[in-house]
């Protein structure tokens, strides 16, 4: 009788499992781009399904239909307030890219299938099943955590809170028309995602909006976050990013 946790021992799973892993905890840190980021979608979608193939091996359809649609709902925008949900309970931050080229790395779940149908023996190294499965628990987790640092840094600007709201709203060309999240035209946070050399290309920033009683403006940049390992300079270099594609537009005349 087949043992199905035997694909978590199988070669291709392994091979996937420590690509995932180098390219989350070491490659993302020293080259943030668009090959670091496209890996980890690829390996992820190789053993995400396959994880849950072995632990449900009657259902192996399903986990690879189901992975594809939680994978295209994740990189969407719908999936930010479950994002923000869990933000605002659970410690471990997560956080993810708005990015539809993405979804390319769907192609990789047709050879997860099949593979999990193939005979295990041909490929199988003597690994205790366990070990892969809480390995892979943790990178899981691990590609979907967001680095955050907190900047709390104050911005007087010399118009009303209302002015700011639709200067705001002309920002939103800063990421392919999601760049600028607000509640309201007269927010009182504003989340944006900013253009970056930090880390994929882009960060993403959390302000606080006061209005003063001069008919001025307070802005408090509170984080920065994304999706790269935490890194010395992130602080700076963030706010140098946030400063040159929002400040300065704000100052200046409207974008």
Known sequence: MRNE????????????????????L????????????????????FVFPLFWCALFPKYRLQAVLLTGLVFIWWKSPHSQP?????????????GRVVDFSDLMALAVL????????????????????LFPLALSAFAFMATSRVSSVEVNKVYVLDMEKATLGQRLNLLDSLHGGDGVRMMGDIPEMVYLKIPSDLCFDRIDAAVRVDELPDGKTLLTLESISHSCPEGDEDEAKGIRDFEKAVIGKLKGKTP
């Not at 080259?31 to 979608?45: E, M, P, R, V």
């Not at 047709?110 to 099943?129: E, T």
């Open 5 to 24: 946790l035997g694909i978590l021992s199988s070669m291709y799973f392994l091979l996937g499992l420590a690509a995932l892993l180098l390219n989350d």
């Open 26 to 45: 070491v490659l993302k840190g020293l080259y943030g781009n668009w090959l670091t980021g496209k890996l980890s979608d690829f390996a992820g979608l």
């Open 82 to 94: 479950f994002i923000d949900l869990w933000n605002s309970h659970v410690p471990l931050q997560i």
């Open 110 to 129: 047709p050879a997860a299938f099949l593979y999990s149908k193939q005979p295990l023996k041909a490929s199988g190294i003597r690994v205790n099943p």
